[in-house]
């Protein structure tokens, strides 16, 4: 059993859930706690124990925990990409590049604990001096998904440690196992008892009681729209400070005059790899029509070369869908699409591997209408569809027509339309002959509309969500 991390202990829970890989149903990873409402209560009361003593904590020794943390990480991480692979389907090597950016996550805000920024203002009244600072929220509850088990729990984790707060942290039911992991290294990085605390189990328990309980100062949430808006509302409610990052439906746009090979790539490696099971994932392909045949050809050919299956076999570029639910919902779509007259021109049927896994094959729709469901509404999974328009107008037009706005690309080699469309995509992020999944963790995360609410993360930005403003004025 692999029990909760409260108040500096590990602590049993009278429940339990099996943590399955989805590339072998078989493979039972192990074990995991599922806390109650009492123990998410001990754990925040934990936290808030701590805030105190943490926050005061030298700017240096917060630096060695959160350095300490990521070099352990970093050491491990043929251990942890593995663990990762097995728990959430990514393939190995992409599981490795995960590892390798949580750990540098913590190294980053690592430095950043030593360098929080202040202010010593003109006198504007005589003999007075205007002073500004930084002081840490307080207590942070930490909602984290399930598609980046180890990088999205690092993001949050690191600057709310550097900066001085407290954490209460609520994994994803479907990846205990990497957020336990994370949690073993942090229990032994010096830490006092209490300022770090994992509390795994259902949403509907820990995360209503990290919503609920006025002594959780702060909110960081990754997930879906539908529960965001929940969170929102239960955040503001009680005036708790709230981060939250939702869905996409991020667009490529592709020009007439784009390289088609990098057009291409950029399409599938946005679209379809790590499942599509990211919210950067590009979903709608804006082609133009002087190069969409030419676009949808490559596209397919470049798909009938992948290799879906399991997610530890060498030589396998697409994973498992993460779940039996996430797989039916992206059935669903396919049905969905065709339904409203979209022509699915390749893949989205089930795979038979040698083990009884959660295997589907890409599926891409081409000749779609930007108001069809599919062109509309997250699927996230390895399903794209294919937009055709005339002019580069009209593609910034539909790229814009989306209630979300986390990622949007275009694939060029016109300057002109390039840097038009960076100012002028709806988008938190735009890519420019690049995929449209991808990020640094030394930039700032996040988007506008319905795919983000509140402060941007990681980089310098994740110092506006984790601290507080103080402004003081000395007589002289």
């Known amino acids: 059993m692999h029990d909760n991390y409260i108040g500096g202990r590990w602590v049993a829970s009278a429940q339990a859930r099996a943590n399955i890989n989805p590339s072998d149903l078989a493979d039972v990873i192990g074990e995991y706690a599922q806390a109650d409402a009492e123990q998410a209560a001990q754990a925040i009361g934990a936290a808030r124990a701590a805030a105190r003593s943490w926050a005061r904590t030298t700017a240096q020794r917060k630096f060695d925990v959160l350095d300490a943390i990521g070099t352990e990480i970093l050491a491990r991480r043929e251990e942890l990409a593995t663990l990762l692979a ?7 090597n992409d599981a490795r590049g995960e590892v390798d950016r949580a750990g540098g996550i913590f190294k980053f805000f690592a430095g950043e604990a030593v360098r929080v920024p202040g202010q010593v203002l003109p006198v504007n009244r005589a003999g007075i001096e205007p002073e500004v600072t930084r002081e840490p ?28 707060n407290a954490v ?22 010096g830490l006092p008892e209490g300022a770090f605390n994992l509390v795994m189990g259902r949403g509907s328990v820990v995360g209503q009681a990290l919503l609920q309980d006025r002594r959780v100062d702060a909110i960081s949430f990754t997930g879906s729209v539908a529960t965001g808006r929940k969170v929102a509302e239960a955040a503001i409610g009680r005036l708790a400070k709230v981060q939250m990052e939702m869905g996409g439906k991020n667009p490529l746009v592709v020009l007439d005059d784009a390289d088609l090979d990098v057009a291409v790539e950029c399409a599938v490696n946005g679209a379809y790899f790590q499942t599509g099971q990211r919210c950067t994932a590009s979903s709608r392909f804006i082609v133009q029509r002087g190069i969409y045949n030419a676009f949808v050809q490559g596209v397919k050919r470049r798909l009938e070369g992948l290799k879906v299956g399991h997610a530890l076999q060498a030589g396998t570029d697409i994973g498992p869908v993460v779940d039996e639910n996430q797989l039916a919902q992206n059935e669903n779509y396919l049905r969905i699409g065709k339904d409203e ?18 295997f589907m094959r890409p599926a891409l729709f081409v000749d779609c209408s930007n108001a ?32 979300f706005g986390l990622s949007s690309g275009i694939c060029t080699t016109s300057l002109k339309h390039a840097n038009h469309f960076k100012r002028e995509s709806q988008a938190g992020m735009v890519m420019v002959n690049c995929p449209t999944a991808g990020v640094d963790y030394h930039a700032p995360f996040g988007g506008r509309k319905a795919s983000s609410y509140g402060a941007r993360e990681q980089g310098q930005y994740a110092l506006e969500f984790y601290t507080a403003v103080k402004t003081a004025y000395v007589a002289a």
């Open 372 to 403: 069809q469901r599919i062109c509309r509404e997250e699927i996230f999974g390895p399903v794209a569809a294919a937009i055709p328009v005339g002019s580069y107008e009209e593609a910034l037009e539909v790229a814009n027509d989306t209630e």
């Open 86 to 92: 097995r728990e959430e389907g990514k393939t190995l």
């Open 341 to 358: 007259g979209a022509v699915l021109a390749y893949g989205g049927e089930r795979i038979k591997a040698d083990t009884e896994g959660y």
């Open 168 to 189: 209460v942290f609520k994994p994803a039911d479907l990846v205990p196992g990497c957020a336990w992991a994370l949690a073993e290294i942090i229990s032994r990085a």
């Open 137 to 164: 929220v307080g207590v942070v509850g930490i909602i984290a998904p399930w598609n980046f088990p180890l990088a999205i729990p690092a993001w949050k984790i690191a600057p709310a440690l550097a900066y001085g």
